[in-house]
C-alpha cells in the first residue's frame, strides 16, 4: 500500500494524558499536513513540514501540541495533557510542493486517528 | 471573512439531477484549487483539481473555476445515491510558503 498511512486508527485516553500520533507519507511527498476535523465541520490546519522543516503553526494551536518530521520522512503528532476538547479526528495529508502552474499539489489524506479523551 | 467558504447545505437533489456546489476563496492569489469528497466517518478523498480559470471535466463532474471572482464550483451530473456525502472545498493559498485550506464543506443528498 502506497498511500498516507496514519497509527493509530483509535485512541482512547483519559483526561490529563498524553498522546502520539503518527503519520507514514506517500514516499516521494516532501509536503506533510496535520489537521483536525471536528463532526460537522470542514479539516482545520493544525501545521505542516516541508521536508523536516516546520513552516507554520495554527495561532489556533495550544502549546501542549507539538509536531515533528525528524528525517523529513514520517511525522508524529503529540498532544500532552490532554483535554476533552481534543476529541476529534486527526488527519494527516501529504503532497509534493507546488512550484507554479501544472505542478501536482493535491494533497492526499490518511484514513486518520480518531480521538476520544474521557 | 473566512478564508474558504462555502455553504453547509443540506443541499438536496433528485437521482439524476445536476447538483451544483460552490464554493467562495479571500486569497486573491491563490493557484491552485480541488474538491473533496468525504463520507460519514471515513477520510477526504480528492475527487477535482482545477488550476486555470474555466471547466474542467473529469466523468460526472466538472470543475468550474473563476479567479477573477474568487469563486469555484463543482457539478455533478446524473447526481446518484453513492454521491450522497459532504463535499468539501480546499484551496492552496499564502504567502511565502502555501498550505491547503479547507472550507467546512457541503451536505449533498441525492434522493432516490
Known amino acids: ?118 | 471573512q473566512k478564508e474558504v467558504e462555502q455553504n453547509s447545505g443540506p443541499l438536496s437533489v433528485p437521482e439524476g439531477a445536476i447538483a451544483s456546489l460552490n464554493c467562495t476563496y479571500s486569497d486573491r492569489v491563490s493557484q491552485s484549487f480541488f474538491w473533496y469528497r468525504q463520507y460519514s466517518g471515513k477520510s477526504p478523498e480528492l475527487i477535482m483539481s482545477i488550476y486555470s480559470n474555466g471547466d474542467k471535466e473529469d466523468g460526472r463532474f466538472t470543475a468550474q473555476l473563476n479567479k477573477a471572482s474568487q469563486y469555484v464550483s463543482l457539478l455533478i451530473r446524473d447526481s446518484q445515491p453513492s454521491d450522497s456525502a459532504t463535499y468539501l472545498c480546499a484551496v492552496l493559498q499564502g504567502e511565502g510558503y502555501q498550505k491547503v485550506t479547507f472550507g467546512t464543506g457541503t451536505k449533498l443528498q441525492v434522493i432516490p
Open chain 1, 1 to 118: 500500500d502506497t498511500g498516507v498511512s496514519q497509527n493509530p486508527r483509535h485512541k482512547i485516553t483519559k483526561r490529563g494524558q498524553n498522546v502520539t500520533f503518527r503519520c507514514d507519507p506517500i514516499s516521494e511527498h516532501n509536503r506533510l499536513y496535520w489537521y483536525r476535523q471536528t463532526l460537522g465541520q470542514g479539516p482545520e490546519f493544525l501545521t505542516y513540514f516541508q521536508n523536516e522543516a516546520q513552516l507554520e503553526k495554527s495561532r489556533l494551536l495550544s502549546d501542549r501540541f507539538s509536531a515533528e518530521r525528524p528525517k523529513g520522512s514520517f511525522s508524529t503528532l503529540e498532544i500532552q495533557r490532554t483535554e476533552q476538547g481534543d476529541s476529534a479526528m486527526y488527519l494527516c495529508a501529504s503532497s509534493v510542493s507546488g512550484q507554479g502552474m501544472g505542478v501536482d499539489t493535491e494533497a492526499f489524506f490518511g484514513q486518520g486517528t480518531r480521538l476520544t479523551v474521557v
